[in-house]
C-alpha cells in the first residue's frame, strides 16, 4: 500500500509539471530560438535531478552554447545545439522530440551496443534449447539436468503473471537454484519488479528510496520515499529461498537497473556480469516555446547502501562474457561461472 499510495502520488505530481510547463508557453514566452534555448537550459537548472552525480557543469556548457544561438537559425541548427546541451548528461531518460527527430544520449547508446555481454543466439541454441517454454514474459529450461532454472527476462515491459510464475517454479522440483538472466533489458514496467519478489523471501523490508525534485536549487528535494517489498505468507510453498544469480551487463538500463538494486533486500540474490547502465529515476515531459517536447529526470533512488547508482549498477560478482569462447564453442561462460557457483552452493 505503501508503495502503491507513494506512486500514485508521483504520478500526479509529474502531471503537474508537465501542465504547468504548457500553461507557461502558451501564455509568456516568445517561441524565438534564443527563447527556446534559454528556457530549457533553465528548466533543467531548477528541474533536473540528477547534477549531483552527473558530474556536469551546467553553467559552463551554457556558456559554451548560447553563443551558437540566434534568432535567424534554422531550427535544424537550433535542434543541434539543443541536443548537445541535453547529451552532456549521459542520461537515456533525456530526449528532445523535435518536428523531425527525438535527441539522445548517443555515447550512452553507443556503450549499450558495443559493450553489451550477451550473444542470443548462442543462449537459445545452447543453453535454452529451440524448445523451450514460455511463462507469460519469461523465458526458461533447465540447466545440468534442471538442477538450475533459467530464466531469460528480455524487457520489463513483459508481463510477469504470478500464476504463470508459480507454474515456472513448480516445474523444477530439483533445482538447486536460479539463474535470472536480464542482460540486455532495456526497462519496462516496474510493476513486473514486485511480481517477480512476490515469490521471493519477501517480508515487507525495504528496496529503496526515491525522492522527487521539490525546488530550483539543484538540492531542492522532497523528503525521502520508501519503496516496500511485497509481503508474502511464510507459507507460502511457492517462495523460492535457494540461491538466485542476476546476470546483468551494460544494456540493462531503467527497470533493469532497479530491479538489480533491489536484490540488496534479499540473503539469496547476487549480481553477475557487468555494471548496468543505471536510468533509476523517473521522467516526466515538457513543452518548449516553439512546440518541441522535452523528457527531463525528476526524481533521484537510493539503494539501501545508500549510494546513488544513477551511472549503473555494479555487479556482486563481475565477469565478462568471453567473446572467443562464444565464436569458437559457442559456450557463455557467464552462464556456465553461474552454474557452477550455484552447484558448489549446494554441496
Not at 537515456?92 to 527525438?102: F, P
Not at 567473446?323 to 561462460?333: A, P
Request: hydrophobic fraction near 40%; glycine fraction near 8%; proline fraction near 5%.
Amino acid at each position: 500500500m505503501k508503495k502503491t499510495l507513494f506512486a500514485f502520488l508521483l504520478c500526479g505530481m509529474l502531471l503537474s509539471l508537465t501542465s504547468c510547463e504548457k500553461a507557461l508557453m502558451a501564455d509568456d514566452i516568445a517561441p524565438t530560438p534564443t527563447n527556446t534555448f534559454g528556457y530549457l537550459w533553465k528548466k533543467f537548472d531548477q528541474q533536473y535531478a540528477m547534477f549531483d552525480v552527473k558530474g556536469v557543469d551546467w553553467n559552463a556548457m551554457y556558456d559554451s552554447l548560447y553563443p551558437l544561438v540566434s534568432d535567424t537559425m534554422d531550427a535544424d541548427s537550433l535542434f543541434s545545439v539543443c541536443a548537445t546541451l541535453l547529451n552532456s548528461l549521459r542520461d537515456g531518460h533525456v530526449n528532445l522530440y523535435g518536428s523531425y527527430d527525438i535527441s539522445r544520449s548517443d555515447s550512452l547508446y553507443y556503450d549499450f551496443y558495443t559493450e553489451s555481454d550477451i550473444d542470443a543466439n548462442t543462449v537459445v541454441l545452447n543453453y535454452m534449447g529451440i524448445n523451450y517454454h514460455i511463462a507469460g514474459g519469461l523465458a526458461h529450461s533447465g540447466l545440468c539436468g534442471d538442477s538450475v532454472i533459467y530464466i531469460r527476462y528480455s524487457s520489463f515491459s513483459n508481463a510477469i503473471g504470478l500464476g504463470q510464475f508459480r507454474h515456472l517454479l513448480r516445474s523444477y522440483p530439483n533445482a538447486q537454484g536460479m539463474i535470472f538472466d536480464i542482460r540486455g533489458n532495456g526497462g519496462g514496467t516496474i510493476e513486473n519488479i514486485y511480481r517477480f519478489f512476490s515469490l521471493m523471501p519477501s517480508h515487507g523490508q525495504p528496496l529503496f528510496y526515491s525522492q522527487i525534485k521539490s525546488g530550483p536549487g539543484h538540492d531542492d528535494f522532497a523528503p525521502l520515499q520508501t519503496t516496500y517489498a511485497p509481503t508474502v505468507p511464510a507459507d507460502d510453498k511457492d517462495i523460492f529461498t535457494k540461491p538466485v544469480l542476476v546476470l546483468i551487463d551494460r544494456g540493462c538500463f531503467s527497470a533493469a537497473s532497479a530491479f538489480a538494486i533491489c536484490t540488496q533486500a534479499y540473503d539469496n540474490m547476487l549480481l553477475m556480469g557487468d555494471t548496468t547502465s543505471g536510468g533509476l529515476g523517473l521522467p516526466s515531459m515538457g513543452v518548449l516555446p516553439n512546440g518541441w517536447r522535452y523528457r527531463i529526470t525528476v526524481t533521484r533512488t537510493f539503494a539501501l547502501d545508500g549510494r546513488n547508482y544513477e551511472n549503473g549498477v555494479p555487479p556482486d560478482i563481475p565477469l565478462r562474457l568471453d567473446w572467443q569462447q562464444v565464436r569458437l564453442h559457442g559456450r557463455d561462460n557467464i552462464i556456465d561461472s553461474a552454474c557452477s557457483i550455484i552447484l558448489n552452493q549446494s554441496h
